[in-house]
Each structure stands twice: as C-alpha cells, then as structure tokens.
C-alpha cells in the first residue's frame, strides 16, 4: 500500500537529549513537510523540502533540524534547543504538478513527551 | 492576527442535522483550499480540495469558496455519529511559501 510511515508512535525525551522521528513514503512524491500540532490548535509548519538536499524553514524551526538526502525520507530531530518539545508530530508529502504542494497527505503521527 | 481563523467549537449536534463548519482568511493570494477530518490521535485524512471560488460536492459533503469574502465554509448533511472529528481547513497559494497554513479545527460531535 502506498502511503506515508511515520515512527515511532510514542517518543519519550529527557530533558536535554535529541531525538530524531522518521518520515518515509512511497508516494514518489517530490514535497515533504513537518508539522507539530497542540492541543486546541492547528498545524503549524516547522520545515518543509520541495526537492531532494534542499528545504526552508516554516514558522517554528527553532530548536528543530532536518535532512532530505532521499526522496523518500524526511527525518526530523528535535534538539535541546527545543524548550516545549511535547506534542503530536505530523508529516506529509505532496505531489508536483499542476496543483504543487496543495493536497497533501498525513502520516498517522509521532507523540512525543518529555519525561 | 491568524492568517487563517477557525471557531475551535465544540460543536455538537443531533444524528442527521446538516452542519456548517467555517473559516474565515486574510492573505488574498489562497487559491487552493481543503478540508481535512482528524480523529483523535491520528493524522489528518484529506476530505475535499477545491480551486479558486465555487462549490463542491462529493456524497453529503459540499465546500464552498467565496473569495470576495475571504470565507469558506463546509456542510455535511445526514450527519452521522461517525463523523464526530476534528475538521480542519487548509489553503495555500502559488505564490510565497509553497506549503498549508492550517486553521486551528473544530471539534465536531454528533449524537445519536
């Protein structure tokens, strides 16, 4: 089945350690993002890559970092810098096309506390 | 001020009422919008998409866009227990930052 994995479902950080969540998909979609979601909000964008070895940051970045050497992997590490990293971690991909990047399809998510 | 804003409810309605869900935008250049259902603890599954202002419809769901107004909205007739979520609006442009910026959802119940 074709679709996006993201693992490990539960993440449990202490305090001043990284940890890195995977995202892979077999779409052979060229556009991957990262979202972080709390509770009673929306999704807000933490890093995004349109192409393979390139991506920008979205509007939280700080305390995050990414890589995009395949274009079926997008890991995210959340590092010590990240003062609230609790949340539910979102990843998705999106074709290029006509309609670049505007249906893009979730991952069942990565929840992630800090003990 | 949000760019995109979402009355987070919660909104809770008998089996069968038709439920109208809502958000308003301020960045005039969102030509793409969606809407996505999330249950709780899972990932947000894509429910309609549409280009530009206009109507659609697929089953009971209908999204429409009024541009002039910076106003979409969603309606779901017959509405089921099964569609207790969390329902999301999402829009995009061509132009600027090539990624969703998201509403905050609103939390829907239906009662049977």
């Known amino acids: 089945d074709g679709g996006i994995t993201q693992s490990p479902k539960y993440l449990f950080r202490k305090e001043g350690q990284n940890v890195t969540l995977s995202c892979e998909q077999n779409l052979n979609h060229d556009a991957m993002y990262w979202y972080r979601q709390d509770p009673g909000q929306g999704l807000r964008l933490i890093y995004y890559?349109?192409?393979?070895?390139?991506?920008q940051k979205g509007d939280i970045a700080e305390g995050y970092s990414v890589s995009r050497e395949k274009k079926e992997s997008f890991p995210l590490t959340v590092t010590s810098a990240q003062k609230n990293p609790t949340a539910f971690y979102l990843c998705?991909?999106?074709?290029?096309?006509?309609?670049?990047?505007?249906?893009?399809?979730f991952g069942q998510g990565t929840r992630l506390t800090v003990v | 001020q949000k760019e995109v804003e979402q009355d987070p409810g919660p909104l809770s309605v008998p089996e069968g009422a038709i439920v109208s869900l809502n958000c308003t935008y301020s960045?005039?250049?969102?030509?793409?919008f969606m809407w996505y259902r999330q249950y709780s603890r899972k990932g947000p599954e894509l429910l309609m998409y549409t280009y530009s202002s206009g109507n659609k419809e697929d089953g009971r769901f209908t999204a429409q866009v009024d541009k002039s107004s910076k106003y979409i909205s969603l309606f779901i007739r017959d509405s089921q227990p099964s569609d207790s979520a969390t329902y999301l609006c999402?829009?995009?442009?061509?132009?600027?930052?090539?990624?969703?910026?998201f509403g905050s959802g609103t939390r829907l119940q239906v009662q049977p």
């Open positions: 960045n005039s250049a969102f030509q793409y």
């Open positions: 999402a829009m995009s442009s061509d132009t600027g930052r090539r990624a969703l910026t």
């Open positions: 890559s349109q192409i393979v070895n390139d991506f």
């Open positions: 998705a991909s999106s074709s290029k096309g006509r309609r670049m990047n505007t249906e893009a399809f």
